[in-house]
C-alpha cells in the first residue's frame, strides 16, 4: 500500500518557520522525483517546490523567491520543505506527491506526479 504522509504543518505568525516533511511507503522513492503542492481555499493547486530523484536539481514556483528549501533524505524516505519567511498568503494545505517517471528530471506539474499525500494545513497569521 502506497503512503505518503505529511506532517509539520501549523499556525505560525508571519515571519515564521515550518518544516514540512513526508515520510514515503510502498512504492519506490530513491529513483523518482518529489514534489511540494499546495491549494488555499476557493483557489487551484499550486506548485511549490520539486527535487530530481537525487536530489541534484531543485525547481520552485515564482511565489517562493528564496524563502522555501526543499530536501530530501532516499536513506529515510522523506523529503522535506523548509519554509522561511511565512507570510499570510502561503496559507493552505501541503500535499506532497511522488513522481511517476523513474530517474527523470524536473517535473513541474501536478500530471508528473502520481501519488499524493493527505495533505497537511499550515495557516500563517498576520
Known amino acids: 500500500q502506497v503512503q505518503l504522509v505529511e506532517s509539520g504543518g501549523g499556525f505560525v505568525q508571519a515571519g515564521g518557520s515550518l518544516r514540512l516533511s513526508c515520510a514515503v511507503s510502498?512504492?519506490?522513492?530513491?529513483?523518482?522525483?518529489m514534489g511540494w503542492f499546495r491549494q488555499a481555499p476557493g483557489k487551484e493547486r499550486e506548485f511549490v517546490a520539486t527535487i530530481t530523484w537525487s536530489g541534484g536539481s531543485t525547481s520552485y514556483g515564482d511565489f517562493v523567491k528564496g524563502r522555501f528549501t526543499i530536501s530530501r533524505d532516499n536513506a529515510k524516505h522523506t523529503v522535506y520543505l523548509q519554509m522561511d519567511s511565512l507570510k499570510p498568503e502561503d496559507t493552505a494545505i501541503y500535499y506532497c506527491a511522488a513522481g511517476k517517471t523513474p530517474y527523470g528530471g524536473i517535473v513541474a506539474v501536478a500530471t508528473g506526479y502520481n501519488d499524493w499525500g493527505e495533505g497537511t494545513q499550515v495557516t500563517i497569521s498576520s
Open positions: 510502498g512504492r519506490g522513492f530513491s529513483s523518482y522525483a
